[in-house]
């Protein structure tokens, strides 16, 4: 590892500050992707910025009945929140369905959101990686790509955005908060990840020097419930090869409100707008959630060895979408 320098900041001011003008500085959030990521040379920062004493570090009721989340709650902190485990189960669950005990209770909600991708060939300095190293190409396309993109993807990145926690508040309409030496601006989550184009090695719209602050979840809607469901290789410390996350509220057997994400299919966490379409007004039958997971999907463009993930993804959504409309069934 190359040597670097290191400050702890107390305040939003002085962590702009030390970062302002200095292109070799991360902010250091848990450390446990960034640290990795420094190891194995993929990162090499000039000056850490520990951020994690910033007073960043609560969930906060809002008045019209949302939830404000700081940068620097922990994980682990996150899914045991009232608030978020009674309205928000999906977020919840999500967290919970991600790392270890361990990870999550050093996590950082702001470094979640931005951790890298889990692409073999972005880890490793001794091969070619458009996101790593601009223009140096894509070996992925034709080599290991089993867990990569079936969605949204380019011909210059077919990279999948890893995080768990990202998936779920694409489904519940969260916003992030940045704070930045031009000020403060707020950002849908669904619009903070972006897709690869001609850019894979911009993951995220967030600009040089800019802190994630906060996170805010609009009220949950009542007579709504949620879920996160997650398909890995492993039972535990395995990123999603497909996840869904799913808000669904049923009255009458007739659908009144529906949003639909999927993880591990793309750069970002994908809003399914197509299949909520389909959703929408339609009786809750396993017909309509067929058709509205095939009317996402039949976008998916999968390379030779990750096709496997479109059938993955629409049964994991149709079982999702069943178990939420009806309770008495849910397992
Ligand atoms: C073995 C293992 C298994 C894992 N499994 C999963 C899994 O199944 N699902 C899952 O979702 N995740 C998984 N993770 C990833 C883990 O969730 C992330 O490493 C963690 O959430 C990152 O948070 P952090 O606070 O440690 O970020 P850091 O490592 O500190 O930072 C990550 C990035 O965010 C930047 N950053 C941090 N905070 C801010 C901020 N406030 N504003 C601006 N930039 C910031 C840093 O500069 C860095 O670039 C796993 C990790 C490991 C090591
Ligand atoms: S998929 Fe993206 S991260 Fe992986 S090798 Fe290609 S450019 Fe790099």
């Not at 690869?196 to 800019?210: F, K, L």
């Not at 009144?256 to 809003?271: I, N, S």
Request: glycine share 10%.
């Amino acid at each position: 590892m190359k040597p670097f320098g290191y400050v702890q900041v107390a305040s939003v001011e002085e962590a702009l500050r030390a970062v302002a003008g200095q292109p070799g500085a991360r902010f250091l959030g848990g450390g446990t992707n960034l640290v990795d990521l420094m190891k194995l040379g993929v990162e090499s920062p000039e000056l850490l910025v520990d951020v994690t004493r910033l007073p960043l570090d609560r969930v906060e009721e809002l008045p019209d009945g949302g939830l404000r989340i700081g940068a620097m709650v922990r994980n682990s902190d996150l899914a045991a929140a009232v608030p978020v485990r009674d309205r928000y189960p999906v977020v919840s669950q999500a967290l919970l369905a991600g790392a270890s005990g361990q990870l999550r209770n050093t996590a950082t909600t702001g470094g979640n959101l931005l951790q890298r991708t889990r692409c073999l060939y972005f880890q490793d300095t001794a091969k070619p990686c458009n996101k790593r190293a601009p223009g140096t190409g894509c070996p992925a396309r034709e080599g290991a790509h089993r867990d990569l993109a079936v969605l949204g993807h380019s011909e210059h990145c077919v990279a999948t955005q890893p995080s768990d926690l990202a998936v779920a508040l694409a489904a519940v309409d969260a916003t992030v908060h940045l704070r930045g030496p031009d000020g403060e601006r707020s950002v849908p989550v669904t619009d903070f990840h972006r897709l690869p184009g001609d850019r894979p090695d911009q993951d995220t719209v967030i600009r040089p020097g800019e802190l994630l602050t906060a996170l805010t979840l609009p009220p949950a809607a009542p007579g709504a419930r949620s879920r996160y469901r997650k398909a890995r290789d492993r039972a535990s410390y395995a990123f999603a090869l497909v996840s869904v996350a799913a808000v669904l509220e049923v009255r009458d057997g007739v659908v009144q409100r529906a949003a639909l994400a999927f993880g591990g299919l793309a750069h970002r966490p994908w809003r399914a707008r197509a299949a909520e379409e389909v959703l929408h007004g339609a009786p809750a039958t396993e017909d309509t959630f067929a058709r509205a997971a095939d009317a996402e999907l039949a976008a998916a463009r999968p390379l030779r060895d990750n096709g496997f993930k479109v059938p993955l993804a629409r049964s994991l959504a149709v079982g999702v979408l069943a178990g939420l409309a009806d309770p008495a069934t849910d397992g």
